[in-house]
């Protein structure tokens, strides 16, 4: 049985994060709608080989939250989990994680490998782009507490589902359990558009900035779009492996997962 830890951001906010297995670490950042518990499986899987970190990103689950929201902060709060870890650490980071563990491996700091799994960059036209409002928009709902709407805002225009689908899925109980991060969900935001969220290139100082080895993945059943986007960030960066995952979609398997990340991490 894992026990909650809690470690010290830079601003001094309380990040909780737990840790099971033995071995080199590897700490898994969460996207969208995630905290700690959400990654427990995947770090079941991994635990045999590592010792795997998972933790609440601030404002989510046992973690603080301390005003005004900024990207730097949260890449703080990593760099304290690493901390935490002995001072050098594996990433792995899935979606919008993905991206914040990208972020914080650009800023140099004791990341000894990274792996990412879709991080959900709009860098063509084979989907359209996010709203020009997307984030303020998701801080209006927040700020007037209206939790299910920032779902339902959320899977049609970041996932892309048609309305008439997202509304009946609005009362099942897979959406109950989502509003208790609702409110976290523009922070996902504000990092992806540090990145490319309007078919524009991704930012060209990765190639200089990120120079850990890297493994990019992608699911065989994704959307074309998120295949693009995996693809653009194998050719920008310097020391990367590419891997598609067949028969996985975005929300994919620990199992499936957990032997391409053993065998990238080892």
């Known amino acids: 049985m894992t026990v909650a830890e809690m470690t010290t951001s830079t601003d001094g906010t309380a990040i909780v994060f737990e840790r099971t297995g033995e071995g080199t670490p590897v700490i ?23 010792t795997v970190y998972t933790y609440d990103r601030r404002g989510r689950g046992d973690s603080g939250f301390t005003e005004p929201y900024a990207v730097e902060r949260e890449i703080e709060d990593l760099e304290a989990v690493i901390e935490a870890a002995g001072g050098s650490a594996a990433l792995f980071g899935h979606s919008s994680g993905g991206a914040l563990a990208l972020e ?26 996010l709203p020009d409002d997307y984030v303020q928009h998701l801080e209006a709902l927040t700020a007037a507490g209206k939790r299910r709407e920032i779902v339902g805002y959320f899977m049609t225009n970041a996932v892309g589902m048609p309305t008439e689908m997202v509304e009946p899925l609005l009362d099942s109980p897979m959406v109950a359990d989502m509003e208790r991060l609702a409110h976290t969900v523009s922070h996902d935001g504000r990092v992806m558009l540090r990145g490319s969220m309007y078919g524009q290139p991704l930012p060209a100082e990765w190639r200089d900035s990120v120079t850990a080895p890297t493994l990019v993945m992608d699911g065989g059943n994704s959307p074309e779009w998120l295949g693009n986007t995996a693809r653009s960030l194998v050719t920008l960066l310097p020391d990367v492996t590419y891997r598609t995952i067949d028969g996985q979609d975005h929300a994919a398997a620990p199992d499936a997962i957990a032997p391409v990340l053993e065998d990238f991490l080892r």
Not at 28 to 50: C, K, M, T, W, Y
Not at 104 to 121: C, D, F, I, N, Q
Not at 123 to 129: E, I, L, M, Q, S
């Open 28 to 50: 898994i950042v969460g996207g969208a709608f995630n905290d700690r518990h959400s990654a427990a499986p995947l770090a079941e899987q991994l635990a045999p080989s590592f």
């Open 104 to 129: 914080t491996t650009a800023r140099g700091l004791s990341v000894s490998r990274l792996a990412m799994y879709e991080p959900p960059y709009i860098v063509d036209d084979t989907r359209p782009p």
